[in-house]
């Protein structure tokens, strides 16, 4: 069965970095483009960034072009999020998605504290 693992969150303060991974298994991940979400208290979870399968082509929100860097080790089944500058408003639980054939597949996320 799929399973999705992140890892890597924690306490960080204001402009510090953090990077976040997501191991995966039970489907072929190089076949899969993955993305990671977040949801801060009482908010939408939303899309933070996304890239292909391959690894060449990435997106971002608004919010994180330029501070946040989407990558994936295909060998080891992993997808990354190295966070720079973060803020506060960075705070929230992060997680990694994989859409499979029509179905979406979630971990159980990692909680990233933006604070003095």
Do not use: H
């Given at each position: 069965?799929?399973?999705l ?45 996304t ?66």
């Amino acid at each position: 069965q799929v399973q999705l693992v992140e890892s890597g969150g924690g306490l960080v303060q204001p402009g510090g970095s953090l990077r976040l991974a997501c191991a995966a298994s039970g489907y072929r991940f190089s076949r899969y483009a993955m993305a990671w979400y977040r949801q801060a208290s009482g908010k939408q979870r939303e899309l933070v960034a996304t890239i292909s399968s391959g690894g060449t082509i990435t997106d971002y929100a608004d919010s994180v072009k330029g501070r946040f860097t989407i990558s994936r080790d295909n060998a080891k089944n992993t997808v990354y999020l190295q966070m720079n500058s973060l803020r506060p408003e960075d705070t929230a639980v992060y997680y990694c998605n994989v859409s499979i054939l029509g179905t979406g597949y979630w971990g159980q996320g990692t909680q990233v504290t933006v604070s003095s």
